[in-house]
């Protein structure tokens, strides 16, 4: 009785503390990034799908409100503006790689950009999603720190958006292959362009995966997608829901 | 380590005030990267101290973004109703994303170039 009586008194004081928060999101990744390298890569495997799935049963189970984790977690949480914008690097890298093929580059992330938004919002509303969830799907296509900053200015969900944007670049890195199959693409710098727009990250890191031409075109897709969605979507969603 | 530190937040500050006072529809990070590649431009070069942070945040991207991730906790029975909706207008969506990028990028590329590329 007295050992039970101090272990509850333990759990009070680490479940107050941001040190709980902090330990199962690390540690809850560091599972996912061990499910991932052991299933060789799997994108089905994503260690940030594993961390998030890991993570929202384990407060659920220990009846830990959202609000008291994010409390402890949002020091991870905060580092994503500074992520963000280390994004410079790699885009300022993958700039030399623009030259002689601007043009198609930048059409084709039009294209592409607008063909995600178009078809997710007009899909999910066809079907029947109410306007907080469709709104939630401009930004998807879009790397998700930067996915999530566009949702807060347009005043749809974060949450939400991480969501289907995670859930879009797992389903874009596993059918990517099949897709440019289907199509007859052979070039590396094209394939791996498509997937940065399309599946950002973690289509990214397939892309470097398979082949590192693909890879650095992919990573500038990513990096131009969302400096360009971070300026366009606000105006697009506006222009459809005013 | 440091030092490429201070560069990244004295940039995502300066993101931050322009994004408060001029640019209000632009998240200050967002600011702050264009801003970043500006100057990786004129000085025409990254410094390592920069670099190693930029790489160490590219590694373990993914964790950052468990934290609001898990607010789906909170979404739980909406994502259930609609499930059918999210899921189709995903898959699709998707697959016509990379489609349609894939498509203009190779018909606007000279097709010369192809022989090109094997030097």
């Known amino acids: 009785m007295n050992e039970q009586h101090s ?13 709980f928060a902090l330990f199962i999101t690390l540690a809850a990744y560091q599972i996912g ?15 940030v799908a594993i961390a998030i799935i890991l993570v929202a049963s384990m407060i659920q189970y220990v009846d830990m409100p959202y609000s008291t984790y994010f409390e402890g977690a949002q020091f991870i949480h905060f580092l994503l503006g500074s992520a963000t914008v280390s994004l410079a690097i790699p885009i300022y890298r993958g700039l030399s790689s623009l030259k002689g093929r601007a043009l198609p580059l930048l059409a084709s ?16 509303k066809l079907l029947g999603a109410n306007a907080s969830i469709t709104g ?9 720190p930067i996915a999530m900053g566009i949702a807060e200015r347009i005043g749809v969900s974060p949450t939400l958006t991480a969501i289907f ?15 440019f199959n289907a199509l007859g693409m052979k070039e590396w710098w094209q394939r791996g362009y498509a997937i940065g727009i399309g599946a950002h990250g ?15 075109y992919a990573s500038l897709a990513m990096g131009m997608n969302g400096v360009i969605s971070a300026v366009a979507i606000p105006f697009l969603y506006h222009l459809f829901n005013k | 380590m440091i030092s490429g530190l201070v560069q990244i937040l004295l940039f995502q500050s300066l993101g931050e005030i ?7 529809t632009l998240p200050g990070p967002v600011i702050g990267l264009v801003l970043l590649i500006a100057w990786l431009v004129l000085r025409k070069g990254i410094n390592t101290e920069l670099a190693l942070v930029a790489d160490g945040f590219s590694q373990y991207f993914g964790l950052l973004f468990v934290p609001a991730a898990v607010g789906v906790v909170l979404f739980l029975p909406q994502l259930k109703a609609n499930a059918l ?6 898959v699709v969506s998707v697959i016509l994303t990379i489609a349609t990028s894939a498509v203009v990028v190779r018909f606007l590329s000279p097709k010369a170039s192809k022989g090109l590329n094997h030097e």
Not at chain 1, 7 to 19: A, D, F, N, R, T
Not at chain 1, 109 to 124: E, H, Q, T
Not at chain 1, 202 to 216: D, M, V
């Open chain 1, 7 to 19: 272990i509850v008194e333990i759990w009070v004081y680490l479940s107050g503390s941001p040190l």
């Open chain 1, 165 to 179: 944007a995670v859930t879009t670049g797992i389903l874009g890195a596993i059918l990517a292959p099949f897709i």
């Open chain 1, 33 to 47: 990034l061990w499910v991932y390298k052991s299933s060789k890569q799997n994108p089905l495997a994503n260690p």
């Open chain 2, 85 to 90: 909706a999210i899921i189709s207008a995903l």
């Open chain 1, 202 to 216: 973690i289509g990214t890191s397939r892309a470097f995966s398979i082949h590192p031409e693909a890879g650095t």
């Open chain 1, 109 to 124: 992330l039009m294209a592409g950009g607008l063909a995600s938004i178009f078809s997710a919002v007009n899909i999910a």
């Open chain 1, 136 to 144: 939630a799907m401009y930004p998807k296509s879009v790397t998700a």
């Open chain 2, 18 to 24: 322009l994004s408060k006072f001029a640019l209000p």
